[in-house]
């Protein structure tokens, strides 16, 4: 007998638990990817996310609004999407350490490997 996962509706937790991505810190935005411009607010202790309004078509009013926003015009394209290839490549040597972890050893938005990446259709 053989199943497969076909697909799963969760939560932004959840996917960053099945996924291996943080979804919290400098690169929480899995559409932004390494480009996520990210500000910490020291009076909160957040993280904001700013600029996605590049997701929007490129004659939006909104992206040459600078009143409602961050002061600045938006007319950058939205980044490119990160190919399943490009995540195999860069997860590749990533070794995953279980319990309490003092530091990372790749600086990036990958806490784990998902087990999820061994299967021969994900």
């Known amino acids: 007998m053989r199943a497969a996962l076909m697909w799963t509706i969760n939560d932004f937790h959840a996917y ?3 996924s291996g991505w943080s979804t919290k810190g400098k690169f929480a935005c899995p ?4 480009g996520t411009n990210s500000h910490y607010l020291k009076h909160s202790r957040k993280m904001c996310y700013m600029d996605h309004r590049v997701f929007l078509p ?3 009013p909104w992206r040459s609004n600078k009143r409602s926003f961050n002061g600045i015009n938006e007319f950058r394209p939205p ?3 990160l ?3 490009d995540m195999l490549n860069s997860l590749h040597d990533f070794e995953n350490v279980f319990g309490k972890k003092s530091k990372r050893s790749i600086d990036g938005p990958w806490k784990k490997r998902s087990i999820f990446f ?3 259709y994900w």
Do not use: Q, S, W
Not at 31 to 34: E, K
């Open 118 to 120: 061994e299967l021969p």
């Open 79 to 81: 980044p490119p999407f």
């Open 58 to 60: 490129i004659d939006h």
């Open 16 to 18: 960053a638990m099945l």
């Open 83 to 85: 190919k399943g290839t």
């Open 31 to 34: 559409c932004c990817n390494y």
